[in-house]
């Protein structure tokens, strides 16, 4: 028989269990006597890359920020963007930040103008114009009813009359020399037959004979002619004395004008947009004078309103003065540097901006004082912060800011999900903006490897990636960088300081998140939360510094506000009702671990997993598979055990044995292989026939060379395995734990934990192959192979081997129909 195993080597030291800081090396004993750090720690990488992103101002090198919440993504960001403003405040008056107005288009009224001025002139420009209603108001009735102009259009009234009496005086004398005389009647100018200066009666020119009666009818159509002619330049000379009054009010309304439209020209003279506006705004006023002529309730003021009626503007507003009513559509006059711009909520309308609309009667009117920018406008010339999941939240917006980032320039449009898209009006169609800008977008990884991989735009409008890492090295230089994040956060938020010893304890914290004695986690927003909550445990123990004890505290608490499940889970293992067992030898079952997940905590907890082999269809039959209750990594781990039963024990006779294995009491999903060796260590204790040590726990991944693999959450699992056998009373120098040997350095374990491991009340092992994880478990040395193929007798698997030869050979008979 083979001899015993000796577990002891396979031990891992308590000192091996947790990394521990010690306080004496910190160098301090409060963080009074610290000074916050210069700059970030941890994320050299990222920053270096952020810093290249933020530095090339040529299009696409925008900047796609990856990593974890709490890593200091937008702290990080914010600082140096800050920097980089306060650095070009002092050379602040560059092209790129300007103020832009959207106007009245007078050509096209649906098509408002972009006017682009320098950073405060917009302020100034919508002051000047709109100050200008009043100003024209005054001057053009003072111009309209000033002597000068009541003598000048009187004149022109005599003309006419004069022109006109004329005329008539002509067309009398000609109707006198013809025995007839005109007279006005409402109807027009009638011609009455005279004889001896009396008008002749109907009777009397009934009497005439026929000659006479000719006559008569001649002279009168001479008469008539002349009446006509008279008429007709009578007409003429009103029309031509009408031109003449419209051009002695334009002439008037020319100099009225003409002072205040020069006064803002000239504050404008520079800008050729501005200049064309002021002079189309001009020939709009003297167009359509009579507004200005309007008094308060509507009525004309005294005095006539030279003009003609005012039109309806764009057929939408009723506002005669809208053309001199300015959008200041991107305001700059306050901006101190290149402006930051942080949209929370990236909404199409919120990041393109919006045509707002007013209801009237049933339906929607709008302008171009309606336009609304957006973030991207406000952000023009500077930077811009979006979250890729908010953008993508929201449809339209992320193929939006491809069009944006592709033309260089930003429409206001009609949102595609106005509500009742059956009662707009005509759409405004305002002028694009140019835009330059650098967009930060941050996301997870998840997201970054999606856009790479199927949109092909996507690298050519973010070709920066800043990559946060959620942890960095642990060694000296780091510690220190963490206790002087720690005085900062302390002074940030305005908390007890920490002694020494706390100060150990958070940074211990740090290497426990990130599951690695060999680093420290990045997330210091988890760090933040961890301090304050500690703070407030200092406090309720009326404490002046915060110590150890109460960072313990913090962290304890933390748990055990969210371990709800893991205790009715515990209590249920505890009192059988889910079945393990926690003391003495089974073949075919062992304690497998697990880890659940249940997003703001992780805990473990083991569970039963049974092998049963027998002869039949050779392989590895997996309950979870056949119920699809097994995920894929899963699955690929139980057939991995096929390929390591084959190439240590099928080289001389083919396998012939069925196995079956489960996790019992498994109602919902199963996946990852951490378990592949767990089950495995039972199909050879099966097959073998040696019990297993049901104090031992087992978790690890194995490939099919036999080697032990890593897993994830170790520590849970353990610490889930230790909880259970403390609450059943069962600890003891026969319970522990068995992990693979590459996870040696992820074990930060609970002090309570290490401390059950230095009294020897509980145990850690660590394995790197399958024949050391059988031969602990067991208490029977595995057995190397020796030269003829064969294990030595009594070992694990020189009785797996005899069993597995045993099989074939009556498989081999039973297909003979029993013959040998």
Known sequence: MAKTFDPSKLEIPVAGLRWRCDPITLGFDCTDQLVPPEGFIGQDRAIEALEFGLGINSPGFNIFVTGFTGTGRTSVIKSHL?????????DFETPEIRDWVYTYNFAHPEQPRAIELARGNGRELVRQVGSLIDILKRDLQAAFKSDRYKEDASAVAEGLNE????VFREAEQIASANNFTLQATSSGISIIAVKDGKPLDPAEISALDEEARLDLEARRKVVA?????????????ESETSEEGRTLDRQVAERAVAGPFNGVRARFEGNDEVVAFLEGLKDHTLQHLPPFFASGDGGSDAGSAPGGPTPTLLGQSTDPFLPFQINLFVDNNETSGPPVIVEENPTYANLFGQIERRPVLGTYQTDHMMLRAGSILMANGGYLMVRARDVFRHPGVWEGLKRVLRGGVVRTEDQADFPMPALLPQGLRPEPIPVDLKVIMTGDSQIYHLLSA??????EMFKVRADFDFQMANNADSVASYSSLICEMVSTHGIRHFDGHAVAAVIEHGARVVDDQKKLSTRFGQMRDLLIEAD???GENGAILIGAEHVEKAIEQKVYRSSLMADRIREMLVDGTLMVDLEGVEVGQVNGLAVYSLGDIAFGKPSRITAST??????????????????????KGVLILSGYLGRTFAQEFPLTVAISIAFEQSYSGVDGDSASSTELYAILSSLSGIPIKQGIAVTGSVNQMGEVQPIGGANEKIEGFYDVCKAAGKLGPDIGVMIPAKNHDNLMLRPDVVKAAADGQFRVY??????EGISLLTGVPAGEKQEDGSYPDGTVNG????????MAEKVKQFSNGGRD
Request: no cysteine.
């Open 163 to 166: 022109r006109r009496q004329e």
């Open 766 to 771: 660590s394995v790197n192959t399958i024949d």
């Open 614 to 635: 027998y002869m039949g269809k050779p392989g590895v039959v997996n309950i979870e598979r056949e119920v699809k209750l097994s995920g894929s990594t899963h699955d």
């Open 536 to 538: 407030h445990w200092a």
């Open 225 to 237: 002619e002349a009446v006509e002619d008279a008429v007709r330049t009578v007409q003429r000379h």
């Open 454 to 459: 199927y949109d092909e735009e996507y690298w």
């Open 82 to 90: 800050e920097r980089i403003v306060k650095e070009r405040a002092e």
């Open 799 to 806: 009785l797996v081997m005899e069993r597995l030869s045993d």
